[in-house]
């Protein structure tokens, strides 16, 4: 019978703890949602969760992050993906500031709505790889009651 040199074990043993202990702590990736055809993972809320967006980010084409001028991440963006041509791909509403989406080679539109003016953006998927997308919001949104309610607006002026 062989036995296995202490230092090596201590070693190995400890890598392994180090290893279990690191994927027990880790935050796994929301589960991905696939609609209108379109396969995407929203989320990112937390530092944990932030690291597996990170982890993940390679397997998506399309990957947005939603944040304001000063900084903050934003959450609840209304997000449409339309192609070149119009045609819409998919609707979503973030649950964090991330929005990775697989999508195929090609030119698209995207919409974005946190409840004021949208933001749209031209972005260009590549055959290989993907390509990030940074949005940057305006810091509060501008309530869609407040902009239609006309009693609202008569309010406010003096």
Known sequence: MRIVDRPILRTSLGIALLFGAHTALSQPLPEPVSRDG????????GIDEAKAFQAAAPRYSLRLTFATPS??????????????????????????????????????RIVVNRGGADVNRLVTVPPRGGVQLNVLMPDTPVSTAARRC????????P
């Open 71 to 108: 900084g903050s991440y934003l959450s609840d963006v209304d997000v449409t993906v339309a192609t070149d041509a119009g045609r819409p791909m998919l609707h979503a509403r973030t649950d964090g500031p991330f929005l990775f989406i697989m999508l195929p080679a090609g030119r698209y």
């Open 150 to 157: 006309p009693r609202c607006s008569a309010s406010a002026e």
């Open 38 to 45: 379109m396969l995407f993972v929203t989320g990112g809320v």
